[in-house]
């Protein structure tokens, strides 16, 4: 165990391969509140960093301080993270600011955290009004991690080199979310009446469009690859006698309801695949703007779960005889709380399946539904855009200070003392 009152040189480019043969645990911490696949993707980059990862989960006391309300409620963003393919153990409680102490409490080497760009800029706020550089690069678009009182939250870690980075995912943010799902508001809380031009524009604030002011909260829309695909997939096929079970629905928002349908469909069999509807099907039965995700930011937050092994992209809407044989089927199971996803006209899409005596009928324990994420936005709309407004005003004020010294200095200083004001109530 390191002396945490010895600091060691900050070395924040370290890499997977700079890990030694010793057991090496990695901690991450965060508010994961909307659990998403960008989550789950920090989270599998920084598993690489060592053997053993170690999760804090803030509770919401602690994030409707420092940020604002969250959607999902502490239990459930425990479940939701513990459930992630590459976490090995959740901290609950987990304080809002990282320290050494925290670190050898839970025996872990260092932290990782995610930021936006490979050139790194290491900045640690010790006050509200000042932001001290440690080191500086030719960018300073990656992210700092403010407290209420405009602190770097991971200072005392930079301060003694128990900190790297991972780079963040882009195109997908909980922010992002939150202004997608706000597209969707209609006066009264009714998504049948007219949304109003003024719901229009706030929405449009939240979400990750041009109207995004901070460089820092901005993203671009998310690209996928068949390289991000491959690195979330299992990557077995099924063994000999394996029994396969087969789901399928839209799975949007990924929820704490999904999980614990997953959970006990796995339980049915040995290797669980799940079928993943395209985006016009599900607008076809949930209609709306749904679905809120694309089609393979859906197919990333399924296969980041634990009870997942495998994904069909684009699943018909009927589960045919064809399905059945082609991926060896034994069991189609279907959630008892799960709203009906039939459409006009059409055939019962689990027929097949039923005449073959292979239908099950489960019930997950859970009543979360996508429209319930959707209506605790509505609901809280005001707060949550007030919060985004304060994350921005903070990291404005951090940018155009750091990006006004980087311009005086010519980008070639390695260390400096700013002084700036970060706190905004």
């Known amino acids: 165990m390191r002396d945490p009152l010895k600091c060691e040189e900050l070395n924040g480019s370290s890499n997977a391969s700079d890990k030694s043969e010793k057991f090496v645990r990695v901690w991450c911490d965060g508010c994961y509140d909307m659990v998403h696949f960008g989550h789950a993707n920090q989270l599998r980059q920084a598993k690489q960093f060592g053997n053993y990862l170690v999760v804090g989960v803030h509770t919401d006391k602690e994030i409707s301080l420092h940020k604002g309300p969250p959607v999902f409620c502490e239990e459930e963003r425990y479940r ?4 992630i393919k590459w976490v090995d153990e959740v901290v609950e409680g987990a304080p809002y600011v990282t320290t050494v102490a925290t670190l050898d409490k839970y ?14 800029t290491y900045v640690m706020a010790e006050s509200p009004y000042k932001l001290i550089v440690l080191k500086t690069g030719h960018s300073f678009h ?26 963040r995912t882009a195109g997908v943010s909980t922010t992002d979310l939150v202004g997608r799902m706000l597209l969707l508001t209609k006066c009264h809380h009714s998504l049948t009446d007219e949304m109003t031009v003024e719901n229009k524009e706030r929405a449009r604030s939240l979400s990750t469009d041009r109207k995004a002011v901070s460089p820092w909260t901005r993203v671009s829309r998310f690209l996928p690859t068949t390289q991000t695909i491959m690195q979330f997939a299992e990557g077995r096929a099924p063994s000999k006698g394996d029994v396969v079970v087969y789901v399928c629905g839209a799975f949007d928002l990924f929820h704490i309801g999904h999980l614990c349908f997953l959970e006990e ?5 040995d290797y669980l695949i799940v079928g993943i509807h395209s985006d016009q099907v599900v607008n076809a039965y949930k209609g709306e703007n749904h679905p809120i995700m694309s089609l393979h930011e859906r197919v990333l937050s399924v296969l980041a779960y634990k009870p997942v092994s495998e994904v069909v992209i684009g699943a018909p809407y009927t589960i045919t005889k064809e399905l059945i044989e082609r991926f060896d089927v034994q069991v189609v199971a279907n959630g008892s709380r ?6 006009p006209g059409e055939p019962d899409p689990f027929k ?16 979360m539904t996508t429209n319930t994420i959707i209506t605790r936005i509505i609901d809280h709309r005001r707060e949550f855009e007030r919060r985004n407004q304060k994350k921005e005003r903070k990291e404005i004020a951090a940018f155009n200070a750091l990006q006004a010294y980087k311009n005086k200095q010519g980008g070639d200083t390695e ?4 002084q700036i004001d970060t706190t905004f109530h």
């Open 265 to 269: 469909a796995r339980k049915l069999g």
């Open 352 to 367: 097949v399946a039923k005449d073959l005596g292979i239908y099950k009928l489960i019930d997950s324990g859970s009543d």
């Open 415 to 418: 260390s400096a003392i700013i």
């Open 80 to 83: 939701m993270v513990r459930g």
């Open 107 to 120: 025996n872990c080497d260092f932290c990782v955290h995610g930021v936006m760009h490979r050139k790194l």
């Open 338 to 343: 799960i709203a009906s996803h039939e459409l």
């Open 142 to 167: 990656d992210d700092i991690t403010l407290t209420a009182d405009g602190m770097d939250t991971y200072a005392e870690v930079k301060r003694c080199g128990r900190y790297k980075e991972c780079q």
